[in-house]
């Protein structure tokens, strides 16, 4: 029987989650998504280039039983440090809303169909983004080779 343990603690910060194996591995995780999606490319930082954020966000994914099944982190923008119509002119919030879901699930006790649940890894638009944006090498994760440099995003991303 394969056995998988997954850390029961979620870390306050990047520093208490780099200490930990199963939370280093589950950010590695995230940052390889972003990777193979081609999410960003390090260049070398201009001063007069705004720089964003990043920040770690951690969760344990649970089962119906309060069982720990993931350890997920999340690597976020901090879009606060942006200035509308200098830093972006559009913004976007890919979250769900808990009236559509109540709409669907009805829809779907109407109608007699099964619902089915699974968990998504990953999100990326796929759109290209319009605007250069900057941000700075993930906490924990910076580039030995080119410590100063930052990386210019491609597409928007959340993991």
């Not at 870390?11 to 972003?34: I, R, T």
């Not at 200035?83 to 559509?100: C, N, Q």
């Not at 993930?138 to 410590?147: A, Q, V």
Request: aromatic share 10%; net charge neutral; with cysteine.
């Amino acid at each position: 029987m394969l056995s998988i343990v997954f850390s029961n603690i979620e870390p306050k910060n990047v520093n208490e989650a780099l200490v930990d194996s199963d939370w280093v591995s589950a950010m590695q995780e995230g940052l390889h998504q972003f990777q193979r999606n081609k999410v960003w490319h390090i260049v070398p930082w201009l001063e007069d280039r705004s720089i964003i954020g990043t920040k770690w966000v951690f969760r344990n994914k649970l089962d119906e039983f309060a069982t720990v099944t993931r350890n997920k982190a999340r690597l976020v923008v901090q879009g606060c440090n942006q200035d509308e119509r200098i830093d972006y002119k559009e913004t976007f919030a890919p979250v769900k809303r808990i009236e559509a879901i109540r709409i669907l699930v009805a829809f779907a006790a109407q109608i007699e169909i099964k619902l089915y649940q699974m968990d998504v890894k990953s999100a990326l638009l796929r759109q290209y983004l319009k605007e250069e944006e900057h941000v700075i090498q993930p906490s924990g994760f910076e580039n030995n080779e080119f410590p100063n440099h930052v990386l210019k995003k491609t597409k928007h991303f959340m993991v």
